[in-house]
């Protein structure tokens, strides 16, 4: 499933005469994929496994949303899936953002790549009680690209007009100009700062490290976020039925 359609982008303009509709299909492709690489995550529902570093802790975080559960191992141990919890998108706050899944009564035992969880992942809106689609955001960003990424390569003009954002000075009398810098930062994917700055706000941060000390009852016991851990996805493969 791709986030937006042919049709999305004829219906902001777009003509047969601009592009053709495999053009656009292949635009579209190369936009998710962008979306997905600057944003270190997905945004429809894809049935798959992560496996990830735990972190002796009672909560572990993850780069997108659970949207089910069908089984979780911990050092190669089949767990109970109901002893799990997963926070819901409005409390205590959109827990897309930083998605984690909750141990009730135990700890992800701390180790290497040693807790798999499988089912259903995606940074989603459900679009109504029983479906669900891409965030309308995303929608707006991946057309924005496709359209700015429709014209061929070795069209000159189209490419240049791609650095006008950097433009710092530009002489009419045999037509130069001199550009900033590149510089890095959030929101340098394209310059284009109706897609950056959606594209930043959507970017997965990993928690940084910190220690908090909790109080409950006459307890006081300490919690550690760690620096990046790994998180490897893989996505679940289906066999392909003769026709």
């Known amino acids: 499933m791709t986030y937006i359609t042919v049709d999305d982008i004829r219906a902001e303009g777009v003509t047969v005469e601009t592009a053709s509709n495999s053009r656009i299909a292949s635009r579209i492709l190369l936009a998710q994929a962008?979306?997905?690489q600057w944003t270190g995550r997905f945004f429809d529902a894809r049935e798959g496994t992560i496996t990830i570093d735990g972190t002796g802790q009672s909560e572990l975080y993850l780069s997108v949303p659970i949207l089910s559960l069908d089984a979780v191992t911990i050092d190669e141990v089949s767990k109970t899936v109901s002893d799990f919890?997963?926070?819901s998108e409005t409390w205590p706050c959109d827990c897309r953002f930083n998605p984690y899944?909750?141990?009730?009564?135990?700890r992800f035992?701390?180790?290497?790549?040693?807790?798999?969880?499988?089912?259903f992942f995606?940074?989603?809106?459900?679009?109504?009680?029983?479906?669900?689609?891409?965030?309308?955001?995303i929608q707006e960003v991946c057309k924005r690209i496709v359209i700015r990424d429709l014209a061929m390569l070795s069209d000159q003009d189209?490419?240049?007009?791609?650095?006008?954002?950097r433009i710092l000075s530009e002489t009419t009398d045999g037509h130069s100009y001199r550009l900033s810098p590149l510089q890095g930062g959030d929101?340098?994917?394209?310059?284009?700062?109706?897609i950056d700055k959606i594209i930043n706000m959507f970017q997965y941060r990993p928690i940084s490290m910190s220690v908090v000390d909790k109080r409950i009852g006459t307890d006081w016991w300490s919690m550690e976020f760690r620096p990046r851990y790994r998180e490897t996805w893989q996505e679940a493969e289906?066999?392909?039925i003769p026709a």
């Open 34 to 36: 962008k979306i997905e």
């Open 101 to 106: 899944i909750r141990y009730k009564e135990g």
């Open 158 to 165: 189209a490419q240049e007009d791609k650095k006008r954002w």
């Open 187 to 194: 929101e340098q994917f394209t310059g284009d700062y109706d």
């Open 238 to 240: 289906y066999e392909e």
């Open 109 to 119: 035992g701390d180790g290497d790549r040693n807790v798999t969880l499988t089912g």
């Open 122 to 137: 995606g940074f989603i809106e459900m679009a109504d009680s029983t479906t669900y689609a891409t965030p309308l955001l």
């Open 85 to 87: 919890d997963i926070p």
